[in-house]
């Protein structure tokens, strides 16, 4: 079954403390890897698209990287302001799990608090 | 531009009843999706429209239908409405599914 698990699930950092979030998938014929952030009480935002092994993305102060199993969201020197949850999504080849040409599957997020 | 609007923002509705929500896309976009998001689940897929046709479905049973008119608004239905139907419920617009998707604020459906 295609999955797509997220790591850790909560971070508490201090501002200007950098680190790394994990979105592993076991999928086949990856077509691409989106990662999104989500305000309380807000639709996702989208931040990056990555679509093969080895594509970087940066944005102000966050990076997404792609390995053939899993995306790194690097965030570098956090405000309080990055406070949010982060998902990331796989876009997959051949039917989704209930039908249709495509598949995209979403992890759970990782929770993000940003501490000033 | 206007981003994606959704209506209405809550509702709550019994069991056994069935609801329709809308969505409006960000003008010149004309593929729909819909989501289902809930603590336990996470974000869902539910299903894509495309110039009123639709192109991709997720795992859900058939109680969830959807169309799209030619304006490219979408709306998504949910009949004999269950317990755990109670989510929120998320629409977003692009121009090619799933490539930069923009997402409403939700519709937030609560069933007792």
């Known amino acids: 079954e295609d999955q797509v698990t997220q790591s850790p699930e909560a971070l508490r950092l201090q501002e200007g403390e950098s680190s790394s979030l994990n979105c592993s998938y076991t999928?086949?014929?990856?077509?691409?890897l989106f990662w999104y952030r989500q305000d309380p009480g807000k639709g996702p935002e989208f931040l990056f698209t990555?679509?093969?092994a080895g594509e970087e993305k940066e944005k102000e102060r966050l990076k997404a990287t792609l390995t053939k199993k899993e995306s790194f969201l690097h965030i570098t020197a956090p405000k309080p302001e990055d406070s949010a949850t982060y998902l990331c999504?796989?876009?997959?080849?051949?039917?989704?799990?209930?039908?249709?040409?495509?598949?995209?599957?979403f992890g759970k997020g990782t929770h993000l608090i940003i501490q000033p | 531009k206007a981003g994606v609007t959704q209506t209405p923002r809550y509702l709550i509705k019994t069991r056994g009843q069935q609801v329709t929500l809308s969505c409006s896309p960000i003008?010149?976009?004309?593929?729909v999706s819909w989501y289902q998001q809930t603590p336990g689940q996470g974000l869902q897929f539910l299903f894509e429209?495309?110039?009123?046709?639709?192109?991709n479905k997720g795992n859900f049973p058939g109680r969830f239908s959807g169309r799209q008119f030619s304006n490219s608004r979408s709306e998504m239905n949910v009949s004999t409405l269950e317990l755990g139907d109670s989510a929120l419920y998320l629409c977003?617009?692009?121009?090619?599914?799933?490539?930069?998707?923009?997402f409403g604020p939700g519709t937030r459906l609560t069933v007792t």
């Open positions: 990555l679509y093969s």
């Open positions: 999928v086949s014929g990856l077509r691409g």
């Open positions: 429209y495309f110039s009123e046709t639709q192109r």
């Open positions: 999504a796989v876009h997959f080849l051949g039917a989704g799990s209930g039908g249709g040409a495509d598949g995209l599957t």
């Open positions: 977003a617009s692009s121009r090619q599914f799933p490539y930069e998707q923009y």
């Open positions: 003008s010149g976009h004309r593929s």
